[in-house]
């Protein structure tokens, strides 16, 4: 009951601050809408030329684009919604005494995140309703449990790497490097816009060590292709892997890099 009263009060804490700024809600729905439309459009090009990179995804350009665009700024919605609920606290000078509280720090940072993760779902459900109703995105092929399995494993990956960054926002403050790499190039050589396979050998290896290759792939996979979760054992299996290791590591980073704020007293500034 403490927990659940705890996960309560931060999300009353969050949906009040954030239903200040409506407007600022509202512009984040429009600006879901473009991208889904830019890369229909793109679509028409691309289907009628030589596409065979996209034969094992279903062969339709719109349809791949549109899942990675989507989950990729779903997945950094995560990523980043840690470090910012960490910032805005830095800034209001209230980190200090959030984290002193008798809450201990994993829990403050697992649970600042929740509203964040409710909007960004409801975003990412908004994106492929206006694919699905408006512009033809095809889900009869769906393989329902594999889509399941491949989400909640990805989650815990994208989560890990937001703690991470949380964890260089209490330390450096400003730049920390870990929300860079993941928006800056994994987003770029993950396979978001186009598939993997068409880049350099060096460039295909360096994909391997981002979980958003894995997560893309299989969410394609089971959407696209109806593959089930035998089908997509390896890469579930390099994701499961990713995320058993990721999760615990970077709660204690997390913890560590709060112990530290509070021994060289910087937890207040910004």
Known sequence: MMIYAKMKGFLKRDYLIESRYKLNF???????????????????????????????????????????????????LAVDTFSGS?????????????????????????????????????QLIFMFLIGTFFLGFDFSHTNVLSLVVSLVISLFAFVSLGIF????????????????????????????????????????????????????????LSVLQGYSIHMMGKELLILLLMSVILFPLSLRTFN???????????????
């Open 86 to 122: 960490i910032k805005r606290a830095q800034m209001a000078g209230c980190l200090e005494a959030i984290l002193s509280s008798q809450t201990d720090s994993k829990t403050v940072v697992l649970f600042s995140s929740i509203y964040s993760f409710l909007t960004a779902g409801i």
């Open 256 to 270: 560590w890099a709060v112990e530290k704020g509070k021994k060289d007293g910087t937890l207040m500034s910004y």
């Open 26 to 76: 509202m512009l984040n729905f429009v600006n879901s809408i473009f991208p889904v439309v830019s890369f229909f459009f793109v679509s028409k090009l691309i289907n009628g030329s030589d596409a065979g990179s996209l034969t094992r995804y279903g062969g339709d350009y719109f349809s791949f684009a549109l899942i990675g665009v989507a989950f990729t700024r779903f997945f950094q």
């Open 165 to 220: 960054s949380a964890a260089g926002t209490v330390i450096y403050k400003q730049g920390e490097p870990i929300g860079w790499v993941f928006g800056a190039i994994s987003a770029l050589i993950g396979g978001a816009m186009f598939p993997v396979s068409i880049m350099p050998g060096w460039l295909q290896f360096c994909s391997k060590i981002f979980p958003t290759t894995y997560a893309l792939d299989t969410i394609r």
